[in-house]
Nanobody, 123 residues
Framework: QAQVVESGGGLVEAGGSLRLSCAASGFTLKYYGVGWFRQAPGKEREWISCFSGTDGSTHYADSVKGRFTISGDNANDTVYLQMVSLKPEDTAVYYC????????????????WGPGTQVTVSS
């Protein structure tokens, strides 16, 4: 019943921007931490950012810090990932995930996962 669903992926040229959305249902976002991960073919799933619905804190991996911005809208149970200055190495399937309580940086720490949305950055 509880689920998260990503949207907003697509094809963009290097240097472009995209905004991803993670819509939560079946649970109340304000009590959860939400993480964004990405996975390219042949690579492990990589943590890139997370947001805490309880206190609004945000955190970023070094690979995206300064280019990506995570934000949450507890009223609408939605978390966003604004991506600017995109690079070809950002190409991956992007996933959002949720866990009750504090955020986490490891996939195993999350309870619910979305199906993913493809982001492709051309050079």
């Amino acid at each position: 019943q509880a689920q998260v669903v990503e949207s907003g992926g697509g094809l963009v040229e290097a240097g472009g921007s995209l905004r991803l959305s993670c819509a939560a249902s079946g649970f109340t976002l304000k009590y959860y931490g939400v993480g964004w991960f990405r996975q390219a073919p042949g690579k492990e799933r990589e943590w890139i950012s997370c947001f805490s619905g309880t206190d609004g804190s945000t955190h970023y991996a070094d690979s995206v810090k300064g280019r990506f911005t995570i934000s949450g809208d507890n009223a609408n149970d939605t978390v966003y990932l604004q991506m600017v200055s995109l690079k070809p190495e950002d190409t991956a399937v992007y996933y959002c995930a949720a866990r009750r309580g504090a955020y986490g940086t490891q996939p195993k720490e999350y309870e619910f996962w979305g199906p993913g949305t493809q982001v492709t950055v051309s050079s």
